[in-house]
């Protein structure tokens, strides 16, 4: 079975500008979750898709935002980036239908705004 | 709200040493609690799990005991190798849902 796949791997961007983030989860997961992982704070969720619904949502702006299709590939896009906006953005499926299943993640996306 | 708390690093050791990195978390219920490590230009991989109070999680000589009276899932290994170099995060997630809270990670590096 494929492992989560996220393109691009590495991404420069300028600020204002914006970027859009793909992942791939493994066949048969439904819920995808992403993630920013920086120096500074540590990885901080940012929101949740399940079914193509946003099932949670973490503490970031309205600038970031995301979607998830039918066949379970979600995106996440941020908008009128900031140097802040500097990090690893990871991805993570999970099989719902299994209880108490884990997450498996991607190798991630690292994102340098410029 | 929930959070998780781990031992600040970097640790450093030398090989066949025994490891501990502590974990304490703040949460209502029963999360379910987990260990990941990352190496170096990797998304993150899951190392153990516990889903219920006294449960042992353990995989590749790494053990965690999912202690509710002390709200703690410290990692143990008996004999660390190099190879083990890693970032170690500790996480917790509260319900069936995806959202996981982690730790600040600690950095591990073993010496030959």
New interface residues.
């Given amino acids: 079975k494929a492992g989560?796949t996220?393109t691009p791997r590495y991404l420069i961007k300028t600020r204002g500008q914006q970027v859009t983030l793909s992942c791939s989860p493994i066949s048969g997961h439904r819920?995808?979750?992403w993630?920013q992982q920086t120096p500074g704070q540590?990885?901080q969720?940012l929101f949740?898709y399940?079914s193509e619904t946003q099932?949670?949502k973490?503490n970031f702006p309205g600038r970031f935002s995301g979607r998830q299709f039918s066949n379970s590939r979600s995106e996440m896009n941020v908008s009128t980036l900031e140097l802040g906006d500097s990090a690893l953005y990871?991805c993570?499926s999970?099989d719902?239908t299994v209880?108490?299943?884990?997450?498996?993640?991607?190798?991630?996306t690292r994102l340098t705004v410029v | 709200g929930d959070s998780v708390t781990q031992m600040e690093g970097p640790v450093t050791l030398s090989e066949e040493a025994f490891l501990t990195i502590n974990c304490t978390y703040t949460a209502t219920g029963y999360p379910?609690l987990?260990w990941?490590v990352q190496y170096p230009?990797?998304?993150?991989?899951?190392l153990l799990?516990a889903?219920k109070a006294d449960d042992k999680g353990s995989n590749k000589g790494f053990e965690a005991t999912y202690r509710k009276e002390t709200t703690s899932f410290h990692l143990e290994k008996g004999s660390v190798q190099v190879s083990d170099s890693a970032v170690y995060?500790c996480a917790l997630r509260q319900n069936?849902?995806?959202?996981?809270?982690?730790?600040?990670?600690t950095e591990l590096s073993v010496k030959p």
């Fill in positions: 989560v996220q819920s995808v979750s993630y540590g990885l969720f949740e399940f099932r949670n973490g990871l993570a999970s719902q209880l108490n299943t884990e997450a498996f993640f991607g190798q991630g | 379910s987990f990941y230009g990797e998304g993150l991989q899951l799990k889903t995060f069936q849902g995806g959202k996981l809270i982690f730790g600040q990670g």
